[in-house]
């Protein structure tokens, strides 16, 4: 699972993981606040926090890399 945390810096992606990352945690929650902080052009910085048991993460769906 994937959350976003508040009260980062400015220009400052936080992430925090926990459990089995999925495919919906990247469709669902990666992609568009990756999208919405680089639409202005401008570099940003990410923060990924693994937290508590990380349990890896699910292969890609065919098709998709």
Known sequence: MITVP???????LGFEASGKLTADDDS???????????GDGHKIRVLLD???EFGGMEPAPPGRT
Not at 6 to 12: A, D, K, L
Not at 28 to 38: C, G, I, K, N, R
């Open 28 to 38: 669902q929650v990666l992609e568009p606040a990756l999208a919405a902080a680089s």
């Open 6 to 12: 508040s009260g980062m810096p400015e220009g400052v």
């Open 50 to 52: 693994v937290a508590g």
